[in-house]
């Protein structure tokens, strides 16, 4: 769903690409890159919980990596979305209301939406 929303709203899109160096050490491998031809660029990580687990857990560290990856290698990104899709989540309203950032510092240019509302951007040309 996500290639194809961002296809349609006219970015060109890379699949599984290798963005850096996690902080800690490790690949950083993003799901999507997408440029559009203003010239933006955005990295996508893409989250799914069909039922309760751990990947709510991994929500913290992806931002963290995301906004790493937007600050080692400045200019390249304009900025970073973490899709959150499925059922499962029991943080999930308070990942999309943005509270995460009173914990965290440095993580402004990483926006965490829900998977309805990045389709509803990238058909539209809003990311």
């Not at 296809?7 to 440029?35: L, N, S």
């Not at 991994?58 to 600050?71: D, G, M, N, Q």
């Not at 308070?94 to 990238?122: N, P, Q």
């Amino acid at each position: 769903m996500v290639i194809p929303a961002l296809t349609k709203g006219g970015y060109r899109t890379r699949k599984q690409v290798h963005v850096g160096t996690r902080p800690g050490g490790g690949k950083h491998v993003v799901d999507a890159v997408a440029g559009h031809p203003s010239g933006k660029t955005f990295l996508i990580s893409l989250k799914w919980q069909q039922v309760s687990g751990t990947a709510e857990q991994k929500v913290p560290f992806e931002v963290l990596c995301l906004a790493h990856a937007i600050e080692t290698d400045p200019g390249k990104y304009d900025g970073a979305y973490l899709v959150l899709g499925g059922e499962g989540w029991k943080l999930r309203e308070f990942y999309l209301s943005g509270a995460l950032s009173r914990y965290m510092k440095g993580i402004d240019a990483v926006r965490i939406v829900s998977l309805e509302d990045f389709i509803g951007r990238a058909n539209r040309q809003l990311l």
